[in-house]
């Protein structure tokens, strides 16, 4: 009767300890909410219209945000952008002639709900000359350490009306963080006279995982060399002689010259034989590493160029990748 007394108070006391533990691992940081701002300044040229984007995005607290930020024209995705330390993100990008809607919408981060900004309308002029745009699918990218992505890059041609052969636009990209690589197919487009509609190429980003240095190979794997001690002794020798032979040797030339070159043989071979080797450093020290793609938030621009010998034409966006 007593023992089992006891068994409910050390039960109880045990339940007792663990309700705050239960409760307090329950309670999560509540995330504040943010407010996005979007501006655009535009400039008309003889090509058409080029809108300067400025983003801002700050926190409940006043505090500036961090993270991602997409920007899209009427629903459709164009740049994605990435804040800075005062949570300020920018871009340039060439417009479409006519009206557009654009907004910014911020992903948010671990201490910042997302938010969108208001519709900031802006009208792009018609230019005289050819022209095209350029925009990625998804704009914002999330990737962990290790996979790859793909993104789908739209050139629209803008007057190709105004062409009298095909023009053909180079795609590439860069900012990309160590450890990564990008790729296009095709990575050449082809745009013919009075084309109007867009053309698409496959974006492919990889990261890299990282391969840990593997540790030395096991005696047991290491190639077995049956009484090396003898051989390395005959030929370290022959070296050995002829470094006295130089040292000391006055007479003989002819007798001096042939000791010399059997050193420098045997000098070659103890070199072989020891870590100088690369197989030496591979068995005592293992392959190199690969290190990992470095994990943040990187503003990767995608550039679109053209060039018909007499003009060239750049134009780029913006995509916004995230490494976990």
Not at 81 to 87: I, K, P, R, S, T
Not at 136 to 156: C, D, F, K, N
Not at 246 to 251: H, I, N, S, V
């Amino acid at each position: 009767m007593g023992r089992g007394l006891r068994l409910e108070r050390v039960a109880g006391l045990c339940v007792a300890m663990a309700l705050p533990t239960l409760g307090f691992s329950a309670v999560s940081p509540q995330k504040l909410a943010t407010e996005t701002t979007l501006s655009a300044e535009t400039h008309d040229t003889a090509a058409g219209t080029q809108a300067v984007l400025a983003v801002n995005v700050t926190g409940a607290d006043g505090l500036a945000a961090s993270g991602a930020v997409v920007v899209k024209d009427a629903g459709k995705p164009l740049a994605g952008l990435v804040l800075n330390a005062a949570g300020l993100a920018s871009a340039t990008l060439a417009l479409a002639p006519g009206d557009h809607t654009l907004t910014a919408t911020y992903a948010g981060d671990s201490q910042h709900l997302n938010s969108s900004s208001q519709v900031t309308p802006v009208r792009a002029a018609t230019g005289a000359t050819f022209n095209f745009t350029i925009s990625v699918a998804p704009a914002s990218l999330s990737l962990t350490a290790g996979q790859s992505g793909a993104v789908t890059a739209s050139v629209t041609p803008v007057n190709a009306s105004t062409l009298t052969a095909p023009m053909f636009v180079t795609l590439s990209c860069s900012g990309l963080p160590d450890q990564s690589a990008c790729t296009f197919t095709p990575e050449n487009i082809e745009i013919l006279p009075n084309e109007t509609t867009s053309i698409t190429s496959s974006m492919v980003l990889a990261t890299s995982a990282g391969i840990a240095a593997t540790a030395k190979l096991a005696p047991q794997s290491q190639p077995r060399h049956t009484g090396a001690q003898p051989v390395a002794w005959a030929v370290m020798l022959p070296g050995v002689l002829g470094l006295a032979g130089l040292a000391f040797g006055t007479r003989g030339r002819r007798w001096l010259h042939r000791l010399s070159l059997i050193a420098l043989v045997g000098f070659v071979s103890v070199l072989g034989a020891t870590a100088c080797s690369p197989q030496y450093d591979y068995y005592h020290h293992g392959p190199p590493h690969n290190l990992p793609t470095p994990s943040g938030t990187y503003q990767v621009s995608v550039t679109a160029q053209s060039n018909n010998g007499v003009t060239a034409i750049t134009n780029s966006t913006n995509l916004a990748l995230t490494v976990k």
